[in-house]
């Protein structure tokens, strides 16, 4: 069945550094792609997402990208600061199919150390 | 405009006891997801209806556990006996069709069984 890898599992970065975590997806329907943050005792929430019509997103300093043909995707964060502490997971769904059903990954922790 | 609201909160129990959980979707979505979430297993989806009918229960573990949406106000997930396996964080998420694709998760009931 469809499935989406998710890497790494542990990230730890300087505050001010810059965070990458990458998702591939099996799925070669899939088509949109949210990612999720989830603090710690929190409920996930969505962060940024991306549609297979386009290869970037920005938005301040979060940014996903898209290679279709690769089938990853990847969430950038710039400036890290300490709020951006959390476990982030990326998801994949088909949505022409009217199929809102998202196939997860694994999730991301990402520790900012001050 | 309230979240989705989740009841219990928390719920201790002890092993072989019946346990229902809650969940008041946000008015006007037309999907409801119930979601486990633990360390070893990450964030699983159990169960999925749109417009108050299951369309997808292949993520229910074993027959202990039954979910049903009666309205498009209201959901249950009910685990019956429970096993201390099933101790973990259950969340519940709705989303609607139209707009964006975002699923937006209750606070989760954690649960404990003894």
């Known amino acids: 069945g469809e499935n989406v890898e998710q890497h790494p599992s542990t990230l730890s970065v300087q505050e001010g550094d810059s965070a990458v975590i990458k998702c591939t997806y099996s799925?070669?329907?899939?088509?949109?792609f949210p990612w999720y943050k989830q603090e710690l005792g929190k409920r996930p929430q969505l962060i940024i997402d991306?549609?297979?019509n386009v290869g970037e997103k920005k938005d301040q300093r979060i940014a996903v990208t898209l290679n279709k043909t690769a089938k990853h995707f990847s969430l950038h964060i710039t400036e890290t600061q300490p709020e951006d502490s959390a476990v982030y997971f990326c998801?994949?769904?088909?949505?022409?199919?009217?199929?809102?059903?998202?196939?997860w990954g694994a999730g991301t922790k990402l520790i900012i150390k001050p | 405009d309230a979240g989705v609201i989740q009841s219990p909160r928390h719920e201790v129990t002890e092993m072989g006891q019946e346990v229902t959980l809650r969940c008041k979707p946000i008015?006007?979505?037309?999907?409801l997801f119930w979601y486990r979430q633990t360390m070893m297993r990450g964030l699983e989806l159990l169960i999925y209806?749109?417009?108050?009918?299951?369309?997808?229960d292949s993520g229910m573990p074993e027959d202990r556990f039954s979910a049903k949406m009666p309205n498009a106000s209201f959901s249950t997930l009910k685990i019956q006996p429970s096993e201390p396996r099933d101790s973990a964080v259950y969340f519940c998420?709705?989303?609607?069709?139209?707009?964006?694709?975002?699923?937006?998760f209750g606070p989760g009931t954690r649960l404990t069984v003894l």
């Open positions: 209806f749109n417009n108050n009918v299951p369309i997808d």
């Open positions: 008015s006007g979505h037309d999907y």
């Open positions: 998801a994949a769904s088909r949505e022409q199919d009217s199929n809102y059903q998202l196939i």
């Open positions: 991306i549609r297979s």
């Open positions: 998420a709705s989303g609607r069709t139209s707009g964006r694709n975002e699923q937006f």
């Open positions: 799925d070669s329907a899939s088509n949109y």
